[in-house]
């Protein structure tokens, strides 16, 4: 038990916030976290970046210089946007929301949307409002429009393609957004690179539009690296409250690497973007579930018959990891499956098909 003085010191709402529990996937068929499922190929691996290429014993450079300038070439950003680079779109969530840090200051997101989004501003502080999403998961863009007014926000967080439900907004209700509000929208393209749609080329003709992506789900979610675009006196406030020395010397590495060697990785997207039209058309034909379009590297699908929590623990039982997704706002009797190899989508549906007969 502990010790009651230093449990005093604790903050107020510690018992009411909530673990983000990642379950074990030891020898399972990992379908549950949006990765890219193939191999990297020579030029990822760590036994290549040694060899001076990487000095470990010295600190990384502070900057990410490198890598930010590959990342502005890349994107071909004017002189009057910036990039600053995160620990994954986590972090960046996290100092956008900590750079907005007023008491009077609220975040507003449509629901449902990414988790992080809500967690995180909760946990530093800030008013969070919710715009639930239509039936069929497309903006409230009346909705939406009306709660800018009312309460003003600072930060408007929209994923586009959303997660956790795969599809894209329309980008005229998504530009009536940006600029009818006072404070910053933040798009998170995380899963971007499989929509085949971007926001970049409008990051020139709106001072309040900050951008988000990540290398996460194209092929590198385990270097944990992410970035966000902005303009340039909007990123260097957000930059200030940024940890010194916050990314790595490898991920850096790596980054700069998977730019140089953009068409392996394109490759591997294309793929992916076939087997989940694949994927999308065999789960389809069971009848038994609703499935909804996707953008993205996952399918969001809903339980007909039986109930969500049956289907997952009848997958887990043939090893096979998805996400059960019943529990959040507006998804009951729904999961997440994230694209996997060919090999991997089959046992997929075999095992799906079993578990609702």
Known sequence: MMNKKIENFFREDINFLNEYKILDSKGMIKLDAMENPFDLGANFKISNLSSGLVNLNRYPDADSKNLRNQLQKKYNLNSQKDVIIGNGS???????????????????????????????????????????????????????????????????????????????????????????????????????????????????????????????????????????????????????????????????????????????????????????????????????IRVFESKTNFVLFKALSGTADDIFKSLLSDKILIKNMTNAPGLKNCLRVTVGSENENKLFIQSLKNAIK
């Open 90 to 288: 986590d972090e960046l969530i996290q100092l956008i929301c900590l750079a907005f840090l007023k008491i009077e200051n609220t975040v507003l997101c449509p629901s449902p949307s990414f988790s992080m989004y809500k967690s995180i501003s909760k946990v530093i502080g800030l008013n969070f409002e919710e715009v639930p999403l239509k039936e069929d998961f497309s903006l409230d863009i009346n909705l939406m429009l009306n709660k800018i007014d009312e309460f003003d926000p600072a930060i408007i967080f929209l994923a586009y393609p959303n997660n956790p439900t795969g599809n894209l907004w329309s980008k005229e209700d998504i530009i009536s957004i940006i600029k009818k509000s006072n404070g910053v929208v933040v798009i998170d393209e995380a899963y971007g690179d499989f929509s085949g749609s971007s926001f970049i080329e409008s990051l020139n003709n709106y001072e309040n539009l900050l951008i988000m992506k990540t290398f996460s789900k194209i092929g590198l979610a385990g270097i944990r690296l992410g970035y966000l675009f902005g303009d340039k006196c909007i990123i260097e406030n957000i930059n200030k409250l940024r940890l010194p020395f916050n990314i790595n010397s490898l991920s850096q590495k790596i980054s700069e690497l998977a730019i140089e060697n953009n068409q392996h990785l394109e490759i591997q997207i294309n793929e992916i973007c076939e087997l989940r039209d694949k994927l999308l058309k065999n789960m389809k034909e069971i009848n038994e």
